[in-house]
């Protein structure tokens, strides 16, 4: 895991060694939301569960492609109330002479939830430590719109009164993003 976290830093400040600049020339913040929907089931059931994730995040251009993204992400398990994660993340946008913007992006957050199946639904009582990790690409549509697809790591450490684990989850977000 070291290591992994390691790479990831130094792929992001690495970044910084090419000429970069904001996905749209002159726009210093990123307004953005997407979804992942899961269906999933256990070899032995016979109903299958859902989860609805949908992240909201403002970013703001601090030098040239860095971005500063918080981000709350509202996690809807079937059957249960709505829980959230709120994180800060940091991203690098690089510049590309076409439409297509690859970023990579690391943060940690807290909340009272996973994004995971029904291991453990989150709500009150939990408390929740994440690491996020990822990378993806922003395809620009005119002088103030993207779409965003994006491949999501998630270190979680759980805990309440009488629990505590890690959960390492794995997502791809797709959504939208506005320039302004």
């Known amino acids: 895991m070291k290591r992994f976290f390691v790479f990831l830093t130094v792929l992001l400040f690495l970044g910084a060694t090419f000429a970069a600049a904001q996905p749209v020339p002159g726009k210093k913040f990123e307004l953005g939301t997407s979804f992942s929907f899961s269906m999933f089931d256990f070899g032995g059931d016979s109903e299958s569960q859902t989860v609805l994730t949908l992240p909201v995040r403002f970013g703001y251009y601090i030098w040239k492609g860095l971005e500063l993204e918080p981000e709350l992400m509202l996690i809807k398990f079937e059957d249960s109330d709505v829980t959230y994660n709120l994180s800060a993340n940091l991203s690098y946008n690089f510049k590309t002479k076409g439409k297509i913007v690859p970023f990579v992006l690391a943060g940690a957050g807290i909340g009272n939830a996973f994004a995971v199946g029904p291991y453990m639904e989150g709500g009150e009582g939990l408390s929740a430590f994440l690491l996020n990790f990822g990378g993806g690409a922003k395809f620009l549509i005119g002088n103030s719109g ?35």
């Open 146 to 180: 993207a779409l965003r697809v994006e491949y999501r790591f998630t270190r979680n450490h759980l805990s309440d009164e009488e629990f505590s684990d890690n959960l390492n989850t794995h997502n791809v977000l797709v959504g939208v993003s506005l320039f302004f």
